[in-house]
Nanobody, 119 residues
Framework: QVQLVESGGGLVQAGGSLRLSCAAS????????MGWFRQAPGKERELVAA????????YYQDSVKGRFTMSRDNAKNTVYLQMNSLKPEDTAVYYC????????????WGRGTQVTVSS
């Protein structure tokens, strides 16, 4: 069974850094575009960053540009989200997702990892 498993979340002070990882088992991710989403309490899930299958192209939500960096290591079947200069408003559950069947449709999801940024 295919699974995406996120790790690396935790509690950090404002201005700190975290690195999230998303590892896949049961299927290679190297052919798929990937995304990191987040959902804060009472808010809708939003796309934070995305990366093409090759890793050559990335997208970032305006609020994280210059602070977050998404990357992938297809040999390790893992994608990453490096988060620097964290702010309390970055507090959310972070999910990774894959586009396995069609463009712009994320149809494979992890269970999420909690990121909490204290002020």
């Amino acid at each position: 069974q295919v699974q995406l498993v996120e790790s690396g979340g935790g509690l950090v002070q404002a201005g700190g850094s975290l690195r999230l990882s998303c590892a896949a088992s049961g299927r290679t991710l190297s052919n798929y575009a990937m995304g990191w989403f987040r959902q804060a309490p009472g808010k809708e899930r939003e796309l934070v960053a995305a990366i093409t299958w090759s890793g050559f192209n990335t997208y970032y939500q305006d609020s994280v540009k210059g602070r977050f960096t998404m990357s992938r290591d297809n040999a390790k079947n893992t994608v990453y989200l490096q988060m620097n200069s964290l702010k309390p408003e970055d507090t959310a559950v972070y999910y990774c997702a894959a586009q396995t069947s069609s463009v712009d449709l994320y149809d494979l999801w992890g269970r999420g990892t909690q990121v909490t940024v204290s002020s």
